[in-house]
Structure formats: C-alpha cells, structure tokens
C-alpha cells in the first residue's frame, strides 16, 4: 500500500513538471529577443498610470480623514519653554511665558481650553457625618492651628479610609505629620499630639512640669454627636459650622455684588468726566456744564452712600460671626 502511494506521488509531480515545461514551452519572445514599444504608447501608459495614482491616493486621503483620528501635533521646543518659566501661585493658579507670550492659567481657563467640566465637583459645606469624621481628622490625627474649615487633600484621603473602615498605619502618619511640621514647615500646625506625647514623657520617666486640663472643645462626647447631629438632642436645624460657612459665603456674595455696581458707578463717573471735559473745552461755563456737574454730585452722593452701606453690612456680619465662634468656644460641658 505504501508503494501504490509513493508511486502515485511520483506520477503526479512528473505531471506537474510535464504542465509547467509544456506552459513554458509555448511562451516565444521576439526573435531579437527585445520587445519594442513606441514612445506615444510609453507616454499614455505613464498618463494612464498617474491618474489611476492620483485617484488612489485621493481615495486614500477621503478615507484616511473619515475613518483615522486627528494626529496631535507636540511642540517639544515650547514645551520647555512652558515648564522652564513656569511659576506657581499662592491661589492655586500658573504663570509661565513661551516665545515672549505671558501666559496665565487657572483650573477655570484650562478646562475651558480643553473643554473639560468642572461643574458640580465641589460642595460648599460637607454633611454632618462627614464634618464630624474632618473634626476627628484635623484634630486628632492631623492636628493644626489654623484653616481647620478646608480640607486638604490629605484630610479627605484620611477621612476616605475611616468612613471605608480600611486599615490605617496611624503610628507612620504621625510620624510624617511631625516631620512635615518640623522640618518641611508645611501649613502651620502648631505642636500637635500633645494628649500623647504626656503619656511618651511619661514612659521614658521624664520631670514633668504642671499641666493643663482640655476643655471641652478638644474632645469627642454626646454634645460633640449633638452639634453635628449625628446624635438626637437639643441642636439647632444646622450645625453651628454650617451656619458659620453658609454666613461667609453670603457675606462675599453680598460684597462681590457691591464691588460690581460700584465698579458700574465709577464707569458712569469716568464717562461723565470726559463728557465734561469735552462740553468745557468747546464752551465753558454753559448750562451742559453745570448740568454735568450736578450729575457729577449726585453719583459721588450715591457712591460715598453704598461704599457707608457696604460697611455697615460688613460690620453686623462679622459682629454676628464673632457671637457664633464665641458660641462654639464656650459651650458648657456635657452633663
């Protein structure tokens, strides 16, 4: 069987080589063995061959613009201009100069140029739950002495883990809290730790002077739960930190909207102005004049009274301010 097989293998590549030599043998060249071809047919099959060319590659181009994305284009020059001049400000906000262009950028302008939102992203006054977890952070494990109504980025990573009841490395955050407050000098968070520290004086059987006793705003009981209503009590519908934001932000509404009409006055004053100079130049002394005059008074009158007014206001709002911190730094201890 296996001789059949290789036998009948044999048969059919002597076939094969059969056909091709038979194809091949048909094939005659030219009995000088050069094809002659004639240059106007030379110049039609090049005309012919470019245009079949040119409508490929247009072809090509409309379907490369239709299904390819735009490329990106990197300007690697500018690019180190961009980061070698750049300087960052205290709001948060950039400066640089690329080709003797100043070029100023804040999160606002930049999410317009790169058409991405920011609405909604950020809320004015935190829930109840949350600011009483934020009391316990900056307070206790990341303590400072001053803006402890912001969060810092650190604060909500610390407060993300706690409401995820994740494992926290409590002892290494302290220990880079101190270093950052020591030797960084990052914010200004004052000595913090102290409660703990009494008991490290303590063990190592440190010669302790007096002491003094917390008050009742430094740690956590029921009326703590009952200011943040997280606890049923007698506590006002808002916490008292609550009241206390929602006032300064009013407060710099209040003023942005003075700012602004007095900002119109001074517009109107400044036009005035150079109406009155001109009327003075062609004719002075005229009736316009006195007119313009008078006008002139009167917008300086209702000036000098909204700048009284804008005052006034600011003054009942931070005296109402101050009665609310009093409030929440003598609160009687708990029963």
Do not use: W
């Amino acid at each position: 069987m296996m001789a059949d097989t290789l036998k009948a293998s044999s048969r059919s590549t002597a076939e094969n080589r059969s056909t091709r030599t038979f194809i091949l043998s048909n094939f005659k060249l030219p009995e000088s063995g050069v094809i002659y071809v004639s240059a106007e047919e030379t110049e039609k099959g090049y005309r012919k061959e470019t245009a079949k060319g040119k409508r490929k590659r247009s072809q090509g181009s409309v379907l490369d613009a239709s299904f390819q994305p735009k490329v990106p284009i990197l300007h690697e020059e500018e690019v180190r201009k961009f980061y070698y001049n750049i300087q960052f400000q205290e709001d948060g906000s950039v400066n640089t100069r690329v080709n003797d262009i100043s070029v100023h950028l804040d999160e606002t302008l930049l999410g317009k140029i790169l058409r991405v939102p920011r609405d909604g992203l950020f809320k004015k006054v935190m829930k109840s739950e949350y600011l009483l977890v934020f009391k316990f952070v900056n307070k206790t494990l990341l303590p400072r002495t001053k803006k402890r109504i912001s969060a810092t980025s650190v604060d909500l990573f610390v407060m993300e883990l706690l409401c995820k009841f994740e494992p926290l490395n409590l002892l290494r955050l302290m220990v880079e809290h101190m270093y950052k407050t020591v030797i960084e000098r990052k914010g200004i968070h004052g000595m913090g730790y102290g409660y703990f520290l009494t008991k490290i004086f303590k063990y190592f059987n440190i010669p302790l002077g007096v002491g003094m006793v917390g008050t009742v705003k430094q740690d956590f009981s029921e009326t703590t739960f009952v200011e943040y209503e997280c606890n049923k009590g007698k506590g006002n519908p808002k916490s008292k930190m609550a009241q206390l934001i929602e006032d300064q932000d009013q407060l710099k509404h209040e003023v942005e909207e003075l700012t602004m009409r007095l900002s119109g006055k001074d517009a109107e004053i400044a036009i005035l102005k150079a109406e009155l100079l001109t009327v003075q130049t062609e004719g002075p002394g005229t009736d316009a004049v006195q007119a313009l005059k008078r006008e002139n008074a009167e917008l300086r009158a209702k000036v000098i009274a909204l700048q009284e007014k804008a005052i006034k206001d600011n003054d009942a709002t931070n005296a109402r301010l101050t009665l609310i911190i009093q409030s929440l730094s003598h609160q009687p201890p708990p029963s």
